[in-house]
């Protein structure tokens, strides 16, 4: 097993940046799949961001592609999210992932432990 918590959440203006940070303990992660997926009220968990246990592959939805990018540290055992050019409609509760499934999951499902999140607040 793998426990995992996030940091770095906070109250951004848009246009500026964030950079959340998902510590992990237990089983090392390098052997897991991680991921982000964010929620905003009212709304479904939304995937944001995966990465390969390598690092050398990353996946993205269209609406943060090109703004967003996802890292990882397996020395460190953590997961990074570096958040460019928020946007109001990125407001949300940010959760990291970990699947310790063959492929890159990008669906809810395919993840087998969760953070309990971190908020982000992008003010216009």
């Known amino acids: 097993q793998v426990q995992l918590v996030e940091s770095g959440g906070g109250l951004v203006q848009a246009g500026g940046s964030l950079r959340l940070s998902c510590a992990t303990s237990?089983?090392?992660?390098?052997?897991?799949?991680m991921g982000w997926f964010r929620q905003a009220p009212g709304k479904e968990r939304e995937f944001v961001a995966a990465?390969?246990?390598?690092?050398?592959?990353?996946y993205y939805p269209d609406s943060v592609k090109g703004r967003f990018t996802i890292s990882r540290d397996n020395a460190k055992n953590t997961v990074y999210l570096q958040m460019n050019s928020l946007k109001p409609e990125d407001t949300a509760v940010y959760y990291c992932?970990?699947?310790?499934?063959?492929?890159?999951?990008?669906?809810?499902?395919?993840?087998?432990?969760w953070g309990q999140g971190t908020r982000v607040t992008v003010s216009s």
């Open positions: 992932a970990a699947s310790g499934r063959l492929r890159v999951g990008v669906t809810y499902g395919e993840y087998d432990y």
């Open positions: 237990g089983r090392a992660i390098s052997s897991y799949r």
């Open positions: 990465i390969s246990w390598s690092g050398g592959s990353t």
